[in-house]
């Protein structure tokens, strides 16, 4: 069993601390802010909307085969002479990037590559994309990938524009500096929702998931072109589509959701539920992988405004203690809070339970909330991915392991988010269950 932990004062002084570096943004500033005085929050006792500010992203454009168009609309922004792409080596052996650097030669700009990125994001790869970027210095950066490549992207243009290491900035320790270069993203994956988050996910030195957060983080430019992910893998489809659909439905339910991020989450919760298994099914199915990719932009879009919950400290600390990839981490976690967390914020509970399929006519709200439970689990089965953790080498023996590192600095503020304020000893029975499957 784990030692003692509070998460609580130190969670209250991370988002004290993330509130004191955002003059406008919304992030973790919600009804919690109304039962937190010591954080200034506006005072909302007696409404059920809680107090939120929102703050419109990067523009978005969508359409089929728009990747082979992205010269123009680099020429658009103002910042066609030198691009650097940052990606990752499956995506340029695919060809993915072969589309990107002839729409740019075809307007007359210099392209750099840099491609030397290993699985899951870490600080040395960010920090080597970071001397790239500090010797190349281009106009744009342009992130082409998965999530790892897009938050190498975003966060190695930020620190390029300092002399500190991307380390430093972890955890909001140092503010992060003003971009130099504008940043666009195309996303080859419909999953993290990176492209639109102020959020860049690594591994420190140590082996934990770390993050930073800050407005330097957001692009000036999305590229959605459903094209780019018709040849994303089966298991990744999979993994991917899950972690978009845990961000819909860990935003809309968590402390800090309000009406704004409810409704980008719960859109995508339904388009994930009726467009996944078509895309697992038909993987060339473009109406498929384009309601998928719009989904989990819109997911994205609802993390960057509320946070995520308890799923994510756990997924977070599976990806630390045994590398377990992050969408079937959060899935697997989610399916085991999620009859709990049902029971907690009914209502929201009650949409995303309809979003997922469930007959709501004539139910009660509390009941069709635990359905909802159901209905995810079920879900989650549909898409193959393999449930227990001891493929993973992982076993009941590992409870206090996966706890400790549950209640590791970084993933202080996603539990105390979670619309269920749960304990160290619910999180241990989680954490058992978790790894008793
Ligand atoms: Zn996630």
Redesign the pocket.
Known sequence: MAGSHNPKMNAHKFNCLLKSYMSESNFLRTNRDAQNPACDGPQMKNLKIPAFNYSFMPAVKFASGLASEIGEELKAIGAASQVLIISDPGVIAAGLGDTVTASLKKQGVAVDLFNDLKGETSAASIDAATETIRACRPSAVIGLGGGSALDVAKMATVVAAADHSTESYALMRRPLPPRAAKLVMLPTTA??GAEVTRTAVFTDSRGHKVWAWGDALAADLVILDPALTVSLPHALTAATGL?AM??AIEACTVKSSHPFVQANGLHAIRLIYQHLAGALERPQDLNARANLLTASTLAGLA?DGAG?GLA?SI?HALGTIAGIH??RA?ALALDVIFPKNATTAINIHAEIAAALGVQVDKTAAAQTAKMGAQAFGGFIRRTGIELSLKPDGLSPKDVGRLVDAIYSEENLPMIENNCYSANESAISEFARQLLSR
């Open positions: 999953g993290t972690d845990v961000h993390i995520t994510h997924g992050h969408g959060v």
